[in-house]
């Protein structure tokens, strides 16, 4: 219900290019299935170990140990099917592209009149060939369309998609690099490059979209920086989302094996959100905090 205008069916792509610390999606960062451990569930049975050929998972020390560096070349997961408890389970799975547009097709009824799908993941154009037939396939079938991007995809990979996206949740984390490359692992070069490019190209519903970090970029000098970039785009309509941090994901790190990175992260309060809002409205951009965007 906020990805996207009404009610909406949101496609998890995975494998992303970006590293971030605070990241939601943890278990869709690889491109390819990982298997997921709740280790709370798991009574150290050993059946996992047992039917996992290549001998990715251990059962003799203190928990269950998987090594995913294996996992990535195993294409069946016996290991899963093996356990009895259920503490095992993949994140991701291969889907053809006929077979995901039935499952779009199905869903049709539960949309509304403003419904639609929304690719996220991970991020949606690391898999650029399918993210851009399935949109093609989405637009022919006039059903509505909207990613959500971290920005770190070549060019050609927008370009390809442009025709057939009606709207564009485009992330920026930070305008600084060195900040930007200590905390998600990349330049922003291409990121802030994509969005000028989008800016002046695109004539869908264009939106951004800032995860608000504490220590990062929720001072007021990094969100008149951000506001200044984003308010001097050719563009007229520009909007922002203003994300708080959340901490939904860390059972996530947990069932990957992972430590989880920020801990002991504040959630900004709604004082200071509404302070960073009225960053924005000042320098003209239209600014809306949590992820609900007016259509």
């Known amino acids: 219900m906020t990805d996207g205008p009404g009610c909406r069916t949101i496609g998890f792509l995975q494998g992303c290019p ?3 610390n605070w990241c939601a999606n943890p278990d869709g960062i690889d491109p390819h299935p990982v298997p997921l ?4 569930t798991c009574d150290l049975c050993g059946d996992c170990a047992g039917a996992c050929p ?3 998972v251990s059962a003799d020390g203190p928990a269950v140990a998987i090594d995913r560096d294996i996992c990535a070349g195993c294409e069946t997961f016996p290991c899963v099917n093996a356990c009895s408890r259920g503490a ?5 799975y291969e889907v053809e592209l006929d077979q995901l547009m039935r499952i779009l097709q199905r869903d049709r009824r539960y949309w509304g009149a403003s419904g639609g799908v929304t ?8 898999q650029r060939s399918f993210a ?4 093609r396939r989405c637009s022919e079938s006039y059903i509505h369309t ?5 920005g770190y995809a070549a060019w050609p990979a927008y370009a390809d998609c442009l025709p057939h996206l009606d709207w564009n949740f485009f992330d920026i984390k930070h305008v600084d690099d060195d900040r930007h ?10 990121i802030l490059s994509n969005a000028r490019r989008l800016a002046e190209s695109f004539d869908g519903r264009l939106v951004f979209r800032t995860p608000v970090i504490p220590g990062l970029n929720d001072s007021d000098r990094d969100m008149r920086d951000l506001a200044d970039f984003v308010a001097h785009l050719p563009r007229p309509d520009l909007e922002i989302n203003l994300l708080p941090i959340h901490h939904y994901s860390r059972e996530k790190y947990r069932k990957l094996g992972q430590a989880y990175p920020m801990p002991d992260l504040s959630i900004p309060t709604p004082e200071q959100l509404a302070r960073a809002a009225q960053v924005f409205d000042d320098a003209g951009v239209t600014c809306y905090v949590g992820s609900e965007t007016p259509f």
Request: glycine content about 14%; proline content about 2%.
């Open 18 to 20: 970006l590293r971030c």
């Open 37 to 40: 451990l709740m280790a709370s």
């Open 54 to 56: 290549y001998g990715a």
């Open 88 to 92: 095992l389970e993949i994140a991701g």
């Open 119 to 126: 690719l996220t993941g991970g991020e949606p154009l690391f």
């Open 132 to 135: 851009t037939q399935l949109l």
């Open 146 to 150: 909207a990613v959500e991007t971290c």
């Open 181 to 190: 490359l200590g905390a998600a692992g990349r330049s922003n070069d291409l």
